[in-house]
């Protein structure tokens, strides 16, 4: 079943590229105490992925920090390296967390996952963003086909724009 508004993100471990190398990361330690925006696509490099959703997410990072958002969160059904690969070809930097759920165990704990094995692809994430305050799922959307509408960065600002005049 999929995680609704208002429901905690489960604890488990995902991975990102440190310079370190690889680093295990809890989902605590991700979105405990924060305001945080997660998207999740489902390949990395692939044209939606990498051609609008993710340099969406770039061009507004500023923007969405400014509504109160602490991070900006891509993750992916991909590996670490994959993720560090996909970062370092748009020149992400420090705008978004690349985090791999290489196994999908994000996915299919929060009840996105997405069958992509007609396409070659495997079992994947849908796509969606989500606002997570103190890791409870604030606002969720999930793409209801293929291309990037309500999960795009200018969803989200809209969104949050809006939240924060709700709230003065």
């Known amino acids: 079943m999929t995680i609704q508004v208002g429901e905690r993100i489960p604890s488990l471990s995902l ?4 310079a ?16 945080v925006v997660l998207f999740a696509v489902p390949a990395a490099f692939s044209p939606d992925c990498s051609d609008t959703h993710l340099p969406g997410y770039q061009l507004r990072s500023a923007d969405i920090k ?6 900006i969160v891509c993750i992916a059904v991909n590996d670490a390296f994959v993720m560090d690969a996909w970062a370092r070809a748009r020149e992400v930097g420090d705008d978004i967390l690349m985090l791999a759920d290489a ?3 994000f996915a299919r704990a929060v009840g996105l996952e997405l069958d992509g094995r007609g396409f070659g692809l495997g079992i994947r ?3 969606y963003a989500a606002l997570l305050d ?4 604030e606002a969720l959307e999930v793409e209801p086909g293929p291309g990037v509408t309500v999960s795009s960065a200018e969803a989200m600002l809209t969104a949050l724009r809006e939240s924060r005049t709700e709230a003065t």
């Open 103 to 105: 196994n999908g165990e």
């Open 125 to 127: 994430s849908q796509r």
């Open 66 to 71: 400014a509504t109160g958002i602490d991070a």
């Open 15 to 18: 991975r990102t590229m440190t």
């Open 20 to 35: 370190e190398g690889v680093r295990s990361v809890t989902t605590e330690e991700l979105f405990d105490g924060k305001r």
């Open 134 to 137: 103190d890791g409870v799922v």
